[in-house]
């Protein structure tokens, strides 16, 4: 049954064939080209917030296949694709997420795509090549992990809770994060830092954490992890009462994403 009578289930459905297309294709060019001697192409906050020749790449043949099977569309991506589209549609990209984890050549990163529909999500995918894993999830209707149901593990309390974070590029804010994270870090079972967003958001959704928060995310690192956090049964959101952005994201079952934003608001979390 169709519940958003203007949103056609159609719809929903070429975007997810088309986000899973490109998440792969991209994943593909990442993984089996990456060069045994890449290196830093440009840096853009701070000196270790690099870009590499791969991301660029990356982001360059995603926006072309997107070009070509939906010209009209919106696309906003990390490494400055920017297109305003007229159809209604954005997509929101990160070509890589946890670009150091690629340039130390470490497993955890992935390809972040998800599609906006009137400024809401209605499809995310998080490819992670070196994981062999895809998370996907369309709105409404559930999240997968290479096909697989996801659901979010039941919440625990907060001091038994497996948390993930991550902190900026910039040493200022990181001091900060550093301090939030010395108050929270004795409240909680322990704390996990895995350098990808998109991925932490997933591992949320299939239960390898029971809840994640970070400051100073993109649009770009959460569209996609959000959606499918969401439809794995996981609340998100930033300060209490306001959606995730970059001042703060959480996400977490109900129960637990209640305790843990109510504790990093005392702990003025979303602040520098
Ligand atoms: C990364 C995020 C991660 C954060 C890193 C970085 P990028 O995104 O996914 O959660 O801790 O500092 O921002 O830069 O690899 O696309």
Request: charged share 25%; with cysteine.
């Amino acid at each position: 049954m169709n519940d958003q009578p203007n949103r056609p289930d159609g719809l929903k459905a070429e975007l997810l064939e088309i986000a899973l297309e490109a998440a792969h294709r991209a994943g593909a060019f990442l993984h089996d080209g990456r060069p045994e001697d890449l290196g830093v192409a440009a840096t853009k906050s701070s000196a270790v917030d690099v870009v590499t020749e791969m991301d660029i790449a990356s982001e360059k043949l995603i926006t072309a296949l997107l070009a070509e099977r939906r010209p009209h569309d919106g696309v906003l991506g990390e490494e400055g694709a920017s297109v305003e589209g007229t159809s209604g549609v954005q997509w929101v990209i990160d070509p890589i997420d946890g670009t150091v984890n690629y340039l130390y050549g470490l497993p955890s990163w992935a390809v972040s795509i998800a599609a906006r529909v009137d400024g809401e999500t209605v499809v995310g995918v998080v490819h992670a090549p070196a994981r062999g894993e895809t998370c996907r999830a369309v709105l409404g209707e559930g999240a997968y992990v290479n096909d697989r149901p996801a659901r979010v593990r039941p919440a625990p309390a907060l001091e038994l809770a497996l948390v993930g974070t991550g902190f900026g590029y910039r040493a200022e804010r990181r001091a900060r994060q550093a301090d939030v994270l010395r108050e929270l870090i004795p409240e909680v079972r322990d704390i996990r830092r895995g350098g990808s967003a998109a991925i932490d958001l997933c591992d949320v959704a299939v239960g390898r954490l029971d809840a994640y928060y970070e400051r100073g995310l993109n649009a770009w690192d959460y569209a996609a992890g959000d959606l499918i956090a969401r439809e794995a049964g996981a609340l998100t959101g930033g300060r209490p009462g306001e959606p995730l952005s970059p001042d703060l994201t959480v996400a977490a079952p109900p129960g637990l994403f209640e305790a843990l934003q109510a504790r990093l608001e005392q702990l003025g979390a979303w602040h520098d």
